[in-house]
């Protein structure tokens, strides 16, 4: 990205124009044009609430994990990674809404809302917790109002459909 383009004229634009922009890339390999921060006391602007609660019974720890979406967003695909402690054998999922999946190499559950059973753990093994959600919108409401190229011409096509909105948290 051309970051002095942007600096003096509010323009996102590629550093050599004259390369095509990548297209028709999602996930973690796609390609961030523009990032921004927000920060707030408010909790009514927090997109979901996790509950996790750890608690060792005899030689097992019980954790259950519940999440709440704010009504104010339309959340998707919501998943919750949580750090656990060395394990031989994965945890012993009790119940779950959705899917989970077990990474052995880094020893994190990937999750939505579930209980799960590992064997005795401090508590502060389980945290922190991080979250990826997708939504319909964005907290700023940031919308693309239109495409420009930058050496004249006709715009390209631009449609103004709603697309996903990858969002990324940790909660300490």
Do not use: H
Not at 23 to 29: E, K, L
Not at 126 to 131: E, H, L, N, R, T
Not at 163 to 170: I, K
């Amino acid at each position: 990205m051309n970051k002095e383009l942007f600096a003096n004229e509010n323009i996102l634009g590629l550093r050599d124009p004259t390369r095509p922009f990548p297209t028709g890339q999602t996930g973690d390999a796609g390609v961030g044009i523009l990032k921004w921060r927000m920060q707030s006391a408010d909790e009514s602007m927090v997109p979901l609430t996790i509950n996790c609660w750890p608690s060792v019974s005899g030689n097992e720890t019980f954790v259950s994990i519940e999440y709440e979406a704010s009504s104010l967003f339309d959340l998707r695909n919501v998943m919750i990674s949580v750090p656990l402690p060395a394990l031989r054998e994965p945890p012993s999922v009790r119940q779950i809404d959705g899917e989970w999946r077990y990474d052995s190499r880094n020893s994190i559950l990937e999750c939505g809302a579930m209980e799960f059973v590992v064997p005795p753990a401090d508590s502060s093994s389980f945290f922190p917790i991080s979250v990826r959600f997708s939504a319909t919108s964005t907290y700023s409401e940031l919308k693309v109002v239109n495409i420009l190229p930058l050496k004249g011409g006709a715009p390209p096509k631009f449609s103004q459909r709603t697309q996903l909105v990858t969002e990324n948290y940790q909660v300490v």
